[in-house]
């Protein structure tokens, strides 16, 4: 199992720059749709999972240890 490396605030954050990100798919037009669907998929995904591959490159972790 993965440990996890985003903590439970910056967790919340991405859920809901994701959610604006999924939303503005649906107003912009063009390639900027596109890498707003994709920006907003990777931010929901890593919110859900609790794990961000660059943080576990650069050695960041901004969760909180047990």
């Given at each position: 199992?993965?440990e996890t490396n985003v903590?439970?605030?910056?967790?919340?954050?991405?859920?809901?720059?994701?959610?604006?990100?999924?939303?503005?798919?649906?107003?912009?037009?063009?390639?900027?749709?596109?890498?707003?669907?994709?920006?907003?998929?990777?931010?929901?995904?890593?919110?859900?999972?609790?794990?961000?591959?660059?943080?576990?490159?650069?050695g960041i972790n901004?969760?909180?240890?047990?």
């Amino acid at each position: 199992m993965i440990e996890t490396n985003v903590g439970q605030t910056e967790r919340l954050m991405r859920a809901a720059l994701g959610i604006v990100g999924v939303a503005l798919f649906f107003v912009l037009t063009g390639w900027l749709q596109w890498l707003a669907l994709v920006v907003g998929l990777v931010l929901l995904t890593t919110a859900a999972v609790g794990w961000c591959p660059p943080y576990s490159l650069l050695g960041i972790n901004t969760a909180r240890r047990r």
